[in-house]
């Protein structure tokens, strides 16, 4: 199974700035997913982001918002701009292991972000 | 669009007893998951059902797949306090790789 991980774990910010979240797997991936989780709520697909192509985004996310990064196969970044206390949520990268015949798709631990 | 709606809710359950967590999707769809979320942590998977008919089981958990009726159930038998969490369905997009999640179920196992 792939081990993911994301920087940072947890953060508190002020409404108005920007926090860019880390998500890095141990092994090569071709496809990465991101996920807001609202308090006490299920998980939303922000977007599906590809090695070597823009992030295609779900509706009601937008790049200016979300943009995403994907430079390699094992890594991307999501980053929360321009924040309000509506972004407070637990994000999290998934990926999918389609390409072992399994299918499975796997979490990283979260990022939970607070907006102050 | 795809939609998966999950009941109940919440379950408040005494432990030994059994109950059954539904998982109702609108659209055909190519794979099923289902996932247990303990409080501020991730997500685990616990089981990939990928055809009509699939049953699969873990310990006191066992997961089923009807496509015809796109329909998946997770029964939990004789439930124990360690079994408390919330699970999830997720829903595969045909031909795609997203999932859409259901709304979730929060049990609760009481002596």
């Known amino acids: 199974s792939a081990v993911i991980s994301q920087k940072p774990s947890r953060d508190i910010c002020q409404r108005g700035t920007s926090l860019t979240i880390q998500c890095q797997v141990d092994s090569q991936v071709t496809m990465m997913f991101w996920y807001r989780q609202q308090p006490g709520q299920s998980l939303t697909l922000i977007a599906t982001?590809?090695?070597?192509?823009?992030?295609?985004?779900e509706s009601g996310f937008v790049i200016d918002k979300f943009p995403i990064s994907r430079p390699n196969l094992t890594f991307s970044t999501l980053t929360v701009s321009n924040m309000s206390p509506e972004d407070s949520s637990i994000y999290l990268c998934?990926?999918?292991?389609?390409?072992?015949?399994?299918?499975?798709?796997?979490f990283g631990p979260g990022t939970r972000l607070t907006v102050t | 669009e795809l939609k998966v709606e999950q009941n109940p809710l919440f379950l408040s359950m005494q432990e030994g007893k059994n109950y059954t967590i539904y998982c109702n999707y609108s659209?055909?769809?190519?794979?099923l998951y289902w996932y247990r979320q303990d409080p501020g942590k991730s997500l685990e998977s616990l089981f990939v059902l990928l055809s009509n008919g699939a049953v699969k089981q873990e310990g006191r958990l066992m997961a089923s797949l009807d496509t015809k009726a796109r329909l998946s159930t997770l029964h939990i038998t004789a439930a124990v306090h360690d079994l408390s969490a919330t699970y999830f369905c997720?829903?595969?997009?045909?031909?795609?790789?997203?999932?859409?999640f259901g709304t979730g179920t929060r049990l609760q196992v009481f002596p």
């Open positions: 997720a829903v595969g997009y045909y031909n795609t790789d997203k999932l859409i």
């Open positions: 982001a590809n090695q070597g192509s823009e992030a295609t985004y």
């Open positions: 659209t055909t769809s190519d794979r």
């Open positions: 998934s990926v999918d292991n389609t390409g072992t015949g399994t299918s499975e798709q796997y």
